[in-house]
Nanobody, 127 residues
Framework: QVQLVESGGGLVQAGGSLRLSCAAS????????MAWFRQAPGKEREFVAC????????DYAASVKGRFTISRDNVLNMMYLQMNSLKPEDTAVYYCTVDRVSHRNYLEYSKNEYNYWGQGTQVTVSS
């Protein structure tokens, strides 16, 4: 059973930065793509960023491209999301998740293709 624990959220002013971390346990995740999703109050959970199993390919939602950077450390079984130039519309609970298929050779953007979700970490950006 995979367990994911997010951390690093908090309250920050617009224009500020935060670095989210996702710690995985229960299984080595080096063969699986991983992703960050977020959910704002009253809205659907939406894709933010993903990274393939080697860490060599990444992609981002248009709303965060150029501001957020996803990365992973397969030795430590960790994933990160560096968030810069934060905006009030980035306010949400951020979740990390793991692809349900190993060694996938393309990136997935649908939450239905991901298993195992963390409890989330709250990010609040004030204007």
């Amino acid at each position: 059973q995979v367990q994911l624990v997010e951390s690093g959220g908090g309250l920050v002013q617009a224009g500020g930065s935060l670095r989210l971390s996702c710690a995985a346990s229960g299984r080595t995740l080096s063969s699986y793509a991983m992703a960050w999703f977020r959910q704002a109050p009253g809205k659907e959970r939406e894709f933010v960023a993903c990274i393939n199993w080697t860490g060599g390919r990444t992609d981002y939602a248009a709303s965060v491209k150029g501001r957020f950077t996803i990365s992973r450390d397969n030795v430590l079984n960790m994933m990160y999301l560096q968030m810069n130039s934060l905006k009030p519309e980035d306010t949400a609970v951020y979740y990390c998740t793991v692809d349900r298929v190993s060694h996938r050779n393309y990136l997935e953007y649908s939450k239905n293709e991901y298993n195992y979700w963390g409890q989330g970490t709250q990010v609040t950006v004030s204007s």
